[in-house]
């Protein structure tokens, strides 16, 4: 074992190999706000990458219902229950990561789900938590809750299904640290799809290999945003690069929304993989509930989110979420509006801080008709 610092847990950690981070990070940051679990990005996954046969069990990205929703099955439950209560000083992760809880002779603690845990991508879609009282009207804050989160393998800085692979076949690509498996190399032991914490590993039955959510890199190499992020009808995503809170660069939007601004957190940081998918927690829901997936600074980034709107950086940033197909790697405010450049320092995006609203006459004297609104 190796250690590493892991900045989502505040600390070095134990890890099976040596730290080496990408010159630039695959990352992603989901608006958890305003997803509608419309499954669009789901379809657009799948009709992409995983519509063959032996794959239709694999959803590399899925969208399920907090708190009963799962795919598979009670992948977090199970998981939490082993590893029991959180153990948190401040920002320090004080419990052990699921490397450091691994029993003698293996590497991560792992869960293999079992098939029925596979047959219900969407179970639990829509219930709430808490009880729906005959008559009840709208109150404010809401007592029954539920929120939508959607999902796909984090490219992990220090990912399990690599850690857990006995031939060597998972690699984390140095370009863009995007996580692959050579499916060349693979055997389908299976060891990646038990070491993922977040189940984001597959096994395909009619080859016998493993395949997982290949971060869209033949799209990412051009320039371009995810299938996922240009597909998302709610426009919650954003894909970019991100560095490490030491290398934050302001204008750098994944940067500004996670290492400037607070506004978004990784999904279960104490498992210890520092997961690149980030969520803007909903603002709905019971602070432990937001803690316990989120970590300790779940109330900090609902704070700031609800503050958002006073911010002209961070409604620029957030009006440039869903806007373009190609990938941000910077922004700026120019008057009322929010700029997008790619790498090379281009514009590729431009959009209004507010959208203007256009009065027009009920009456058209060039057209002679009269409008009416039949909404
Ligand atoms: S989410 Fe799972 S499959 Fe994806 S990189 Fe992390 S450990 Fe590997
Ligand atoms: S497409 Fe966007 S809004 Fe629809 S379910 Fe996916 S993440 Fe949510």
């Known amino acids: 074992m190796a250690t590493v610092y892991n900045w989502q847990i505040g600390r070095d950690m134990s890890y099976w190999y040596p730290q080496a981070r990408p010159s630039k990070q695959f990352a992603m940051v989901f608006d958890t706000n305003k997803c509608i679990a419309c499954q669009t990005c789901t379809m657009a996954c799948k009709n992409a990458w995983t519509s063959g046969r032996g794959q239709e069990y694999m959803f590399w990205n899925n969208v399920e219902t907090k708190p009963y929703g799962g795919y598979p099955q009670a992948w977090d439950s199970k998981l939490l229950e082993v590893l029991g209560p959180q153990q948190w000083n401040g920002t320090t992760y004080r419990g052990k990561t699921i490397f450091e809880a691994a029993p003698a002779g293996e590497r991560s603690v792992g869960i293999q789900p079992d098939d029925p845990d596979y047959t219900s991508p969407n179970i639990g879609e829509d219930e709430v938590f808490g009880q729906v009282e005959k008559g009840l009207k709208v109150i404010m804050p809401h007592t029954p809750w539920m929120f939508y989160l959607p999902r796909i393998c984090n490219h992990c800085t220090y990912p399990s299904c690599l850690a857990s692979c006995p031939r060597g076949s998972v690699y984390k690509r140095p370009e863009d640290g995007i996580v692959l498996i050579d499916q060349g190399r693979c055997r389908g032991y299976r060891e990646c799809v038990r070491g993922c914490p977040y189940k984001k590993s597959f096994f395909r039955s009619t080859s016998g290999i493993s395949e997982k959510c290949i971060g869209c890199y033949p799209l990412v190499e051009r320039g371009l945003q995810t299938f996922c992020v240009q597909n998302c009808i709610g426009k919650i995503r954003m894909m970019g690069f991100l560095h490490t809170p030491e290398a934050s660069v302001p204008d750098n939007p994944l940067d500004f929304l996670v290492h400037e601004k607070h506004l978004a957190l990784p ?23 937001l803690e316990q997936i989120f970590g300790p600074r779940a109330q900090e980034a609902v704070a700031n989110y609800k503050a958002a709107w006073s911010d002209p950086e961070v409604v620029g940033l957030i009006e440039l979420f869903g806007s373009t197909d190609r990938i941000m790697n910077s922004f700026k405010l120019i008057g009322d509006e929010a700029v997008g450049y790619n790498a090379s320092g281009a514009e590729v995006v431009r959009v209004p801080l507010k959208e203007p609203v256009h009065l027009r006459a009920a009456y058209d004297a060039a057209l002679q008709v009269e409008r009416r609104s039949i909404t």
């Open 267 to 289: 999904l279960y940081p104490q498992f210890g993989l520092e997961a690149n998918i980030y969520y803007v927690p909903p603002i709905h829901v019971p602070l432990p509930y």
